[in-house]
């Protein structure tokens, strides 16, 4: 029994920190097989239980284990239509349940996923179900938008995505690109070409059309999947000098042209917050501030970063500098930024729900040099815009939400929901497919249907014998 991982191939911390090369790189065919052979194949998968969209991960890993990298590969896009963005950039929740975790460490469930597409054929084009002839609209082509229209195309519905930006993919177009190279979510849309589904971009609900109107056009139902892509303020004075930049534009403009917003010169780049989009951002810049520096300021201690170990460990040695318990208080300079002026803080008062605060500790203030800010407080679903009638639910969660049990808005016929990763908000797209299909078949006095198989093919016939394939379904 080897309790321990096959390492993943990186890049170390000074040569990756260099470029926008990917930092991880694929198991060869060997390890792939060696790390799958370590998997138990429990009778209980708690990985595939941890799925958002219980992806059959036991089942790809058995068939890799076998060397059998097509069927692996077949069975990995036959549940996940991302699975090559997933692949690179899931947060990975099964690897925390999986019983070897326990022992050692977890199967590299995702890095497996990777291998199943790297040296299978997973480009295997999905099957829709005879024609419905029955119209739903989707306004959001992030991976909520994407797995819906999935969900309902393989269900026999034509389905027409409408998207703000000139491009598919949401938030997934902001991801670094020494994570996700780019060419990733082309290769899984490349799959839904012979479904019956229309991406219309550079269409904006509530500045083009509403949902209403959609469904007024003859859409028998609309799925507003729009998460959470307008940047928060911090609200302190200096915050629109030129050189302070919001996080997800700065990113997205980093992956769409190879200057970015800054261009590549040294800078002093000083990046406000800790979440994954702040390390994102602060590990961008290092790639591009040519010699200068950059350095997170976070109001609370280093254990209480946001940021998922995967961002923390992997920016180890990249040679970012870190100001813990410090908050920013205003941005100075005058045409361009010249420092920012940060207050230390100390433990407050527990708010409303129990969760510890911060508060800042009167004369600390001190100025810290630089000439760009980048601020990372977070984001938030855009929903001026859109009529008021929807009424969504913006609550813990910063996406907008349909407030019905089965993520109906206000007006009949809307659906509106999210996710706070790629995975989870497919899950939703998945969840609200499922709920628009109950809410036509009941419409039209037929009832709904399960997803069908997305080959139209007996699917056990694919498999190799002594697979029996998923045994744990939510
Ligand atoms: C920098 C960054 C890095 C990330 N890294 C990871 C990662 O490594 N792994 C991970 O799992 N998750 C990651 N995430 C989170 C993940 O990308 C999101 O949780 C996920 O994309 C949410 O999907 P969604 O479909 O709900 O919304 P989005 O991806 O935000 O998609 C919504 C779409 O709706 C469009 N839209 C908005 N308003 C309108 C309108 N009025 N009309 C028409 N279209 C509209 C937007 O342009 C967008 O394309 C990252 C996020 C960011 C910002
Ligand atoms: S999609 Fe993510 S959580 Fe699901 S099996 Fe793959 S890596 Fe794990
Ligand atoms: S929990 Fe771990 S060991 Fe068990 S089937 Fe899943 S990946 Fe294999």
């Avoid at 198991?27 to 969209?53: D, G, N, T």
């Avoid at 997933?86 to 099964?94: A, G, M, V």
């Avoid at 975790?101 to 040296?119: M, V, W």
């Amino acid at each position: 029994m080897r309790y321990q991982r096959i390492p993943i191939p990186e890049d170390e911390g000074g040569v990756r920190a260099a470029d926008f090369e990917e930092i991880l790189h694929a198991y060869s065919k060997e390890e792939a097989i060696l790390e799958a052979q370590r998997c138990l194949q429990c009778a209980m998968p708690f990985c595939v239980q941890a799925c958002p969209i219980t992806q059959d991960c036991r089942g790809y890993i058995s068939l890799i284990a076998q060397e059998k990298f097509n069927e692996a590969a077949l069975l990995t896009v036959q549940d996940n239509p991302l699975a090559t963005v997933l692949c690179k950039t899931c947060y990975h929740y099964c690897e925390e349940d999986c019983v070897m975790g326990g022992k050692g460490t977890p199967i590299a469930i995702r890095h497996l996923k990777r291998a199943a597409l790297e040296f299978g054929n997973g480009q295997v084009m999905y099957v829709p179900s005879a024609p419905k002839n029955q119209r739903i609209a989707v306004i959001g082509g992030g991976p909520a938008g994407i797995m819906a229209a999935w969900e309902l195309c393989l269900r026999g519905y034509s389905v027409t995505i409408y998207e703000a930006q000139p491009f598919m993919g949401g938030q997934v177009e902001t991801i670094p690109k020494y994570h996700l190279t780019g060419d990733e979510l082309d290769w899984d849309l490349g799959r839904l070409r012979n479904l019956d589904l229309t991406f219309v971009t550079g269409k904006r609900a509530g500045v083009d059309f509403t949902p209403e109107s959609l469904l007024q056009e003859g859409y028998l139902a609309v799925y507003v999947a729009i998460g959470a892509s307008a940047p928060r303020i911090l609200g302190i004075p200096g915050e629109h000098l030129p050189g302070v930049f919001a996080a997800l534009p700065f990113l997205l403009a980093m992956n769409k042209g190879p200057e970015g917003l800054f261009g590549r010169k040294e800078r002093q780049v000083v990046v406000v917050g800790a979440g994954d989009v702040a390390f994102d951002a602060a590990r961008s810049s290092l790639r591009i501030a040519k010699g200068g520096q950059v350095t997170v300021i976070y109001r609370k201690g280093r254990e209480d970063m946001p940021a998922g170990e995967d961002e923390t460990t992997e920016s180890e040695g990249e040679g970012l500098r870190f100001i813990f318990h410090r908050s920013p208080v205003r941005i100075l300079g005058t045409g361009q930024v010249e420092g920012i002026v940060v207050q230390s803080t100390g433990a407050g008062p527990p708010d409303a729900r129990g969760r510890p605060t911060v508060v800042l500790l009167p004369g600390t203030e001190e100025t810290i040099p630089c000439d760009t800010v980048i601020v990372a407080a977070g984001e938030i679903g855009n929903v001026a815009d859109l009529p008021k009638e929807l009424d969504f639910k913006l609550g813990p969660q910063p996406w907008p939400e349909g407030k019905k049990p089965d993520w109906m808005t206000d007006v009949e016929g809307v659906f509106a929901s999210g996710g706070q990763s790629v995975v989870y908000a497919m899950a939703a797209g998945t969840r609200t497919a499922e709920a628009i299909d109950a809410y036509v078949a009941k419409k039209t006095g037929r009832s709904p249907a399960p997803r069908p198989d997305p080959f139209a093919r007996p699917i056990r016939a694919q498999l190799p014998e002594g697979y029996g394939g998923p045994t744990w379904h939510l």
